[in-house]
């Protein structure tokens, strides 16, 4: 009998772990709507039509370009798509967002700006503005006359965003507040109207301010030489005795702190968004080169070492698609829900963001190393040519490492995606100490030996996803019992126990999109989704044995090492599959679409 809680589809966030869920009630990308298509394919259209053709001139910052593009695309709709309609936006859904921003993923430097622009730019002012700040600068933002720019990182403080140094004074007569200090990596920074700032104010209160690029004390830095994302202006912000009306206080003075760990939650998000859509384009590129590159009198896409690699890298993006959208569909019926019950709809996106924060926090780290993984291979696929710059996987590969730093790096990402799970267990909103204790008496008891049914494409997937469920509960439960108060200073252990979280929900996400593929089309139209899921799972149970193996060995001996031991061996099992055949299967239908087509 499964130790986890019963069976509920109403998931709450980070409940993945301890519940079931429906494949039916799971939102997968093949349920877009017309009109969701329409704006997807337009979309993908300017990136294509306009973009595309002039990315060497973008890396180049030749002026005005990103800036007329950013007219242009504010034309289409698109930089306001998310900004209500009473503000002058589109007022787009959650799910009709993330289409935007998968095709937007494909657009470089250029992606860059519209995502610094439309999120971390805009959203500040739109779940922390006043009425008046919102009337003020919500129709600006989205309709290109106002560019937006965030100011938060500091030359001593990046990670550690509290620690900000930057200061604001209230003037003797009270109409203002005086800024100095100094900002680093602003994106859009070169041709902002519009600071989102950050300061404390007397030193002490971190505080967000909406200040006006033009105000007097304000200078800016070069442009910084990057390796990757040439085409985005990042330069230093300089503030010298700035004045900023009191009004232009953002939220409450000293929640500075929740405006910036709020909208992260989003821009997580976001970022693993755009980086499933530049994984389907990287792939899509070393998949026509590989048959187009004819070595030895054959096309390279013939020989096996190449099938592996494409199969791998769409095998990660189908994986990364699945997740994506079973959380967009997460946080759509979380809005869905708060509204009906008369939460307004800006604050009830807020408030599903923050709900799902730990699943935001996965897909920024999956995404982004899914990313770097498929550009990496793309190159290797190229072979010599990869690493011209005439050839555009060069720009790939050098575009796609900044997404591991960007919305706090992949490693402070994966600490507090457990130390999240941990603090909502600890204030009673998760129960993940009942099912864990279940798992540690469950090791003492004998093993369940019962076969699935035969007729189930999954059973053994599904049941091997349940115990490797207890395979995290009993070394996560085990970790919190030997370091209490002290585990966040474990970062190791709690480094291992992310990367089992995020394998998990990544194979449960694939098993739940194809099961919801099979119930529509049938077994035997998805026969190369059920080669995806089952060889991604297979895979995926071997990494997760070795991050529990590597986390239990690290704080137990003598009899609990080898009862553990044994438990992460009895809870990562699986039947084996046959995995290079299944590679094969899918390059074959790679290499005969010419493109990624799952």
Same mark, same amino acid.
């Given at each position: 009998?499964?130790?986890?809680?019963?069976?509920?589809?109403?998931?709450?966030?980070?409940?993945?772990?301890?519940?079931?869920?429906?494949?039916?009630?799971?939102?997968?990308?093949?349920?877009?709507?017309?009109?969701?298509?329409?704006?997807?394919?337009?979309?993908?259209?300017?990136?294509?039509?306009?973009?595309?053709?002039?990315?060497?001139?973008?890396?180049?910052?030749?002026?005005?370009?990103?800036?007329?593009?950013?007219?242009?695309?504010?034309?289409?709709?698109?930089?306001?798509?998310?900004? !209500?309609?009473?503000?002058?936006?589109?007022?787009?859904?959650?799910?009709?967002?993330?289409?935007?921003?998968?095709?937007?993923?494909?657009?470089?430097?250029?992606?860059?700006?519209?995502?610094?622009?439309?999120?971390?730019?805009?959203? !500040?002012?739109?779940?922390?503005?006043?009425?008046?700040?919102?009337?003020?600068?919500?129709?600006?933002?989205?309709?290109?006359?106002?560019?937006?720019?965030?100011?938060?990182?500091?030359?001593?403080?990046?990670?550690?965003?509290?620690?900000?140094?930057?200061?604001? /004074?209230?003037?003797?007569?009270?109409?203002?507040?005086?800024?100095?200090?100094?900002?680093?990596?602003?994106?859009?920074?070169? +041709?902002?109207?519009?600071?989102?700032? +950050?300061?404390?104010?007397?030193?002490?209160?971190?505080?967000?301010?909406?200040?006006?690029?033009?105000?007097?004390?304000?200078?800016?830095?070069?442009?910084?030489?990057?390796?990757?994302?040439?085409?985005?202006?990042?330069?230093?912000?300089?503030?010298?005795?700035?004045?900023?009306?009191?009004?232009?206080?953002?939220?409450?003075?000293?929640?500075?702190?929740?405006?910036?760990?709020n909208v992260l939650n989003i821009g997580r998000y976001k970022l693993g968004v755009l980086a499933l859509g530049g @994984?389907?384009?990287?792939?899509?590129?070393?998949?026509?080169?590989?048959?187009?590159?004819? =070595?030895?009198?054959? !096309?390279?896409?013939?020989?096996?070492?190449?099938?592996?690699?494409?199969?791998?890298?769409?095998?990660?993006?189908?994986?990364?698609?699945?997740?994506?959208?079973?959380?967009?569909?997460?946080?759509?019926?979380?809005?869905? @829900?708060?509204?009906?019950?008369?939460?307004?709809?800006?604050?009830?996106?807020? =408030?599903?963001?923050?709900?799902?924060?730990?699943?935001?926090?996965?897909?920024?780290?999956?995404?982004?190393? /899914?990313?770097?993984?498929?550009?990496?291979?793309?190159?290797?696929?190229?072979?010599?040519?990869?690493?011209?710059?005439?050839? !555009?996987?060069?720009?790939?590969?050098?575009?796609?490492?900044?997404?591991?730093? %960007?919305?706090?790096?992949?490693?402070?990402?994966?600490?507090?995606?457990?130390?999240?799970? /941990?603090?909502?267990?600890?204030?009673?909103?998760?129960?993940?100490?009942?099912?864990?204790?279940?798992?540690?008496?469950?090791?003492?008891?004998?093993?369940?030996?019962?076969?699935?049914?035969?007729?189930?494409?999954?059973?053994?997937?599904?049941?091997?996803?349940?115990?490797?469920?207890?395979?995290?509960?009993?070394?996560?439960?085990? @970790?919190?019992?030997?370091?209490?108060?002290?585990?966040?200073?474990?970062?190791?252990?709690?480094?291992?126990?992310?990367?089992?979280?995020?394998?998990?929900?990544?194979?449960?996400?694939?098993?739940?999109?194809?099961?919801?593929?099979?119930?529509?089309?049938?077994?035997? @139209?998805?026969?190369?989704?059920?080669?995806?899921?089952?060889?991604?799972?297979?895979?995926?149970?071997?990494?997760?044995?070795?991050?529990?193996?590597?986390?239990?060995?690290? %704080?137990?001996?003598?009899?609990?090492?080898?009862?553990?031991?044994?438990?992460?061996?009895?809870?990562?099992?699986?039947?084996? %599959?046959?995995?290079?055949?299944?590679?094969?299967?899918?390059?074959?239908?790679?290499?005969?679409?010419?493109?990624?087509?799952?």
């Amino acid at each position: 009998m499964s130790t986890l809680t019963e069976k509920k589809t109403d998931l709450k966030g980070g409940e993945f772990l301890i519940k079931e869920s429906n494949a039916a009630d799971t939102y997968i990308k093949e349920q877009i709507t017309e009109e969701q298509s329409m704006i997807a394919q337009s979309t993908s259209d300017f990136i294509a039509n306009r973009v595309h053709p002039v990315i060497k001139e973008i890396d180049k910052q030749q002026p005005g370009l990103v800036i007329g593009l950013l007219h242009e695309i504010a034309e289409l709709g698109l930089l306001g798509a998310a900004i !209500p309609e009473e503000y002058g936006g589109m007022g787009v859904d959650f799910a009709t967002d993330t289409f935007i921003n998968i095709e937007m993923g494909k657009g470089h430097s250029f992606s860059a700006a519209y995502a610094a622009h439309t999120g971390i730019g805009t959203l !500040p002012i739109l779940y922390f503005g006043t009425e008046e700040q919102k009337k003020k600068y919500l129709p600006g933002l989205g309709d290109s006359s106002i560019k937006a720019s965030y100011c938060l990182t500091e030359p001593g403080s990046g990670s550690d965003a509290l620690g900000a140094k930057t200061k604001a /004074v209230l003037s003797e007569d009270g109409k203002h507040y005086i800024i100095n200090g100094q900002k680093m990596w602003i994106t859009n920074a070169g +041709f902002a109207d519009l600071f989102t700032v +950050f300061a404390k104010i007397d030193g002490e209160k971190f505080t967000g301010f909406i200040i006006d690029a033009k105000t007097e004390g304000i200078s800016l830095g070069a442009e910084e030489d990057k390796l990757g994302i040439k085409g985005s202006s990042t330069r230093q912000v300089f503030f010298n005795n700035v004045k900023v009306p009191v009004e232009n206080v953002l939220g409450e003075i000293g929640k500075g702190h929740k405006i910036a760990f709020n909208v992260l939650n989003i821009g997580r998000y976001k970022l693993g968004v755009l980086a499933l859509g530049g @994984a389907k384009e990287t792939t899509t590129t070393a998949i026509k080169y590989a048959n187009e590159r004819i =070595q030895f009198n054959v !096309p390279i896409s013939s020989f096996g070492a190449i099938k592996h690699k494409l199969a791998e890298m769409a095998i990660k993006t189908y994986a990364t698609d699945a997740a994506t959208f079973r959380t967009a569909g997460l946080i759509q019926d979380y809005i869905d @829900a708060a509204v009906a019950k008369g939460v307004d709809k800006v604050q009830a996106k807020l =408030q599903a963001a923050e709900e799902f924060s730990v699943e935001c926090a996965i897909l920024k780290v999956f995404g982004s190393e /899914v990313l770097d993984y498929v550009v990496d291979e793309a190159v290797q696929v190229f072979g010599g040519t990869g690493f011209s710059e005439e050839y !555009p996987v060069a720009r790939a590969y050098r575009d796609s490492r900044i997404n591991r730093i %960007f919305e706090g790096t992949n490693e402070i990402n994966r600490l507090l995606s457990v130390g999240m799970l /941990v603090k909502k267990a600890m204030k009673g909103e998760l129960d993940l100490f009942t099912p864990a204790m279940a798992v540690q008496k469950e090791l003492m008891s004998v093993p369940d030996f019962s076969t699935p049914d035969a007729d189930d494409v999954f059973g053994n997937e599904r049941k091997a996803l349940l115990n490797a469920k207890k395979a995290i509960l009993m070394t996560a439960g085990a @970790a919190v019992q030997k370091f209490m108060q002290n585990l966040e200073k474990e970062q190791e252990v709690m480094m291992d126990i992310a990367d089992m979280l995020i394998e998990l929900f990544v194979c449960e996400s694939t098993l739940l999109k194809t099961e919801k593929l099979i119930s529509i089309r049938g077994a035997e @139209a998805c026969a190369l989704q059920i080669d995806i899921t089952k060889t991604y799972i297979s895979d995926s149970l071997e990494r997760i044995n070795l991050s529990g193996k590597h986390a239990i060995v690290s %704080f137990n001996d003598g009899d609990m090492l080898r009862i553990m031991l044994m438990g992460i061996k009895r809870f990562t099992k699986l039947d084996p %599959f046959n995995t290079v055949a299944a590679r094969r299967r899918i390059a074959d239908k790679l290499i005969e679409e010419g493109q990624y087509c799952f």
